[in-house]
């Protein structure tokens, strides 16, 4: 469905398609909208603190990013002289963000959580492999 905004109002009201009232119920709420016939039109980026604007790649991410998501031990994980496929598989680990067993089997594709190292079945195999595989502690020493 190709169609502009123009054409979706008419006389100052919005006009949805009919089959739109069923699939998207909250559409009556939207207010009517105001249009300008005798202004430009142009994009405007507003940002987050009510300021409009010219989009910007760096704007929109500080927008959409929470400030008190940066973390102070970055630098445990990223330094000069790591190995950046270990930091990332790392990072994602703390994030959890790993395609672990436990999320392959909420999908449906593994059914039995195993540790990959000491092969024991267990609850969270992302935890048992770092903090408690009898493997890792073996191997570690």
């Known amino acids: 469905m190709s169609i502009t905004v123009g054409e979706m109002i ?3 009201r919005w006009k949805w398609p009919l089959e739109w ?3 998207f119920p909250l559409i009556t709420s939207i207010e009517d ?8 039109d142009k994009v405007v980026w507003v940002s987050n603190n009510g300021e409009e604007g010219d989009f910007s790649v760096k704007g929109a991410t500080t927008d959409l990013c ?3 998501s940066k973390v102070h031990w970055w630098k445990l994980v990223w330094f000069s002289q790591c190995i950046p496929k270990h930091s990332f598989i ?3 680990a703390i994030q959890d963000r790993l395609s672990t067993q436990e999320k392959l089997m ?3 594709i593994y059914t039995v959580n195993r540790c990959p190292l000491c092969l024991s079945e267990v609850k969270n195999p992302r935890i ?4 408690a595989c009898g ?3 073996v191997t570690s020493r």
């Not at 048992?128 to 903090?131: C, S």
């Open 10 to 12: 008419d006389n100052g």
């Open 21 to 23: 009232y069923d699939k």
């Open 33 to 40: 909208p105001f249009v300008n016939d005798n202004a430009i």
């Open 66 to 68: 929470n400030n008190n």
């Open 90 to 92: 790392l990072w994602l």
């Open 106 to 108: 909420k999908w449906g």
């Open 128 to 131: 048992n492999l770092f903090l």
């Open 135 to 137: 493997r890792i502690g």
